[in-house]
Antibody, heavy 120, light 108 residues
């Protein structure tokens, strides 16, 4: 199983961006897909979790109201939409699979990352 | 919320050295801790889960230990490829939350 993300995006402040994450070589299962971002030169920040087969979402508090997770089951693609973009949202956005209880919910498969650049 | 504090932020070492990175939790997290390695421009890669279990395919020079509030990642005999950044991560079930440490850059 691989996670393949959509390409780089350049956006204006105040607009929205939608990043996709395709499950390649497998199907959606009960595993959750998580979104993690990394601003330039900074650490990793968890944005939230989504279980596609049951549409269960959990958003990190600081993104609540501004982020939406979803999926197209027919194409086994999950997506993350972030609205009201600010320059501080400039970052690399990763999707990552929570490998489940067997590995204590660590993230065992990651997408390659999508660069999102926000300018005024 | 549980805070994860990683130290040091930067670590200077040489090829062949043994190094230790520490991750401290603000409260007892049992062994819900993972370690990742991140190379520049790449996604993180899982090294250790459940505090001390080595992920399949990861070299045995990497090891993890600890439980409760203090955890360590040890790299024995540093290889040139190991001079990158490492992160700890805590999984919290309720409320669901994953918290990363600030990262440790291992440099020559």
């Amino acid at each position: 199983v691989q996670l393949v993300q959509s390409g780089a995006e350049m956006k204006k402040s105040g607009s929205s961006v939608k990043v996709s994450c395709k499950t390649s070589g497998g199907t959606f299962s009960s595993y959750s897909i998580n979104w993690v971002r990394q601003a330039p030169g900074q650490g990793l920040e968890w944005m939230g979790s989504f279980i596609p087969i049951v549409d269960e979402v959990n958003y990190a508090q600081r993104f609540e109201g501004r982020v939406t997770f979803g999926a197209d089951r027919s194409s086994t693609t999950a997506y993350m939409e972030l609205s009201s973009l600010k320059s501080e949202d400039t970052a690399v956005y990763f999707c990552a699979r929570d490998g489940g209880a067997a590995i204590a919910h660590a993230f065992d498969i990651w997408g390659q990352g999508t660069v999102v650049t926000v300018s005024s | 919320d549980i805070q994860m504090t990683q130290s040091p932020s930067t670590l200077s070492a040489s090829v062949g050295d043994r190094v230790t990175i520490t991750c401290r939790a603000s409260q007892n997290i049992n062994n819900w801790l993972a370690w990742y390695q991140q190379k520049p421009g790449k996604a993180p890669n899982l090294l250790i889960y459940k505090a001390s279990s080595l992920e399949s395919g990861v070299p045995s020079r990497f090891s993890g230990s600890g439980s409760g509030t203090e955890f360590t990642l040890t790299i024995n005999s540093l290889q040139p490829d190991d001079f990158v950044t490492y992160y700890c991560q805590h999984y919290n079930r309720l409320p669901l939350m994953y918290t990363f440490g600030q990262g440790t850059k291992v440099e020559i």
